[in-house]
């Protein structure tokens, strides 16, 4: 049976940041930013909620019809996006997020920067910012069927993607699913590993049937 997906609303936006506070709470990057798990637990639920208000306004997010997973992407120019990379209208956004919801916190602003500074730019792209499965339904395959309705049409439309992985499991989910490591490791100070992938588009089975109808005989 496949996994129903639809594109969230406004009215989706408690239930994706609850589903990305919730999946991520334990993440290894998360921890790098809170470190204290108590304080952990009352921040991180309004960063998560700042990154689904600016994808559900720039972007896309992708929910499952049962609420159980969600995925934030963002169309990315050729021109690497300069509003997710330092600044929007003038101003450093991620000094201005910082400033937002922790201001004494200054990792928030840094891995903006650091995420930034290792974005691929110079082609246009599609770029997974967050994907978040409740914990409960982890391993089902959710994930999976999340991304792969994008990499479906991206291969179809001959558009890369790239994403962030915030830890080895998740690492190695996207290689399953063609991403490859772009250079290095991106090592966090003081903190772990994040491995920027890259996914170029594969032929698809129509564009293929499409060339092979086309060839000369």
């Keep these: 049976m496949g996994v129903a997906i639809r594109t969230a609303g406004a009215s989706d936006r408690e239930l994706v940041t609850r589903l990305l506070d919730d999946a991520f709470q334990d993440d290894p990057v998360s921890g790098w930013i809170f470190p204290e798990e108590e304080y952990r637990r009352t921040t991180h639920p309004r960063l998560m909620a700042a990154f689904v208000d600016i994808v559900m306004a720039e972007g896309r997010v992708d929910v499952t019809e049962d609420g159980t997973a ?19 209208d003038g101003e450093d956004e991620f000094a201005a997020l910082r400033e937002a919801l922790d201001p004494d916190n200054e990792r928030i602003e840094l891995i903006g920067r650091l995420t930034a500074e290792v974005h691929p730019a110079g082609r246009a792209h599609e770029y997974l910012w967050m ?15 999340l991304i792969g309705s994008v990499l479906e049409r991206c291969d179809r439309d001959g558009v890369p993607t790239y994403l962030e ?11 399953r699913l063609g991403f490859e490591l772009v250079e290095q490791p991106l090592e966090l100070p003081g903190g772990p590993l994040m491995w920027p ?4 588009p594969r032929a698809s089975r129509h564009g293929a049937e499409q060339a092979a109808a086309a060839a000369p005989q």
């Design 165 to 175: 992985a915030s830890s080895s499991r998740s690492r190695g989910l996207y290689e």
């Design 70 to 88: 969600c995925a934030l992407w963002l169309p990315m120019p050729a021109d690497g996006g300069d509003e997710h990379e330092g600044g929007h």
């Design 131 to 145: 994907i978040g499965v409740a914990p409960g339904r982890q391993g089902e395959g959710l994930g999976t069927a």
């Design 197 to 200: 992938m890259w996914r170029e």
